[in-house]
């Protein structure tokens, strides 16, 4: 794999430059779905735009996966970008939200970075090692070495992205956690590659939302699945976990 941490750092830093400078700031918000609320703002798109523009300079041969713009090229090499994970956050001014770069070599994650300017933290994993930046030091990440279920700290977006059965399962894991939070997007998965959290459980995740987090967590030494145990590249019902023999204790509860 030839791509480096020295350009997932150049592609971040052009989405930082379009994404940062409106966070709490006043912004025209659009709507994706009338039927309820998928907000979309010019940060969103913009960050997009600076990300192809970069790719299309170092990488004219690959194709890219992008939330707001689509798919382009047909290379098996391809980029997956969510400009900002988190748009409701991001338009409340909570400082949860992230830029997502994922790269896929024949549909398997192999490298992904997820930047939270506001904070000034990026989370990378470059296919040899996953490592966070923060005040200007960098450290490797690792994730936690939880065994049980009981003990663990599960992290969710909503509830209310589980429907039905799945949400039945849900709140059966939930009941076991020690502890659980609630609304914190991508930051959670940062958070559990880190060290800090050992359960993310999310619902109807699309490629972007979780492309550029599979390398992180898998190389910090985690685990990340479906429900039903398979990879994770095409997103649907996920769960990341800690380490493996957590993940089959998560996925016995789980798993559809």
């Not at 592609?11 to 009338?34: C, H, V, Y």
């Not at 799945?166 to 930051?187: I, N, Q, V, W």
Request: glycine share 10%; with cysteine.
């Amino acid at each position: 794999m030839d791509v480096t941490a020295a350009l997932l750092h150049r592609l971040a830093d052009a989405a930082d430059a379009e994404t940062l400078p409106r966070f709490r700031r006043s912004m025209g918000i659009d709507n994706k779905r009338p039927a309820d609320f998928d907000p979309v703002t010019e940060g969103d798109r913009e960050a997009e735009r600076a990300i192809r523009r970069v790719l299309a300079e170092t990488r004219p041969d690959d194709g890219i996966l992008g939330e707001e713009f689509g798919a382009t090229g047909d290379s098996t090499r391809q980029w997956v970008i969510d400009p900002i994970d988190g748009t409701r956050v991001f338009i409340s001014g909570v400082p949860v939200w992230g830029t997502l770069i994922g790269y896929y070599e024949n549909g398997r994650a192999r490298a992904g970075i997820m930047s939270q300017p506001f904070t000034g933290e990026r989370f990378w994993g470059d296919g040899r090692e996953a490592q966070r930046s923060w005040r200007g030091e960098t450290a490797a990440l690792q994730t936690r070495a939880t065994e049980t279920i009981e003990a663990a700290t599960l992290f969710t977006t909503s509830p209310r992205l589980f429907k039905d059965e799945a949400l039945g399962r849900f709140e059966a894991l939930e009941a076991r956690c020690r502890l659980t939070r609630f609304g914190t997007d991508c930051y959670a998965f940062a958070m559990l590659a880190s060290g800090f959290a050992d359960i993310v459980v999310e619902g109807g995740l699309q490629p972007y939302d979780i492309a550029a987090l599979i390398p992180i967590i898998e190389q910090a030494g985690g685990v990340v699945t479906t429900t039903a145990g398979g990879r994770a590249e095409a997103g649907g019902d996920v769960v990341a976990s800690a380490n493996p023999r957590l993940h089959e204790a998560v996925l016995r509860i789980v798993g559809a």
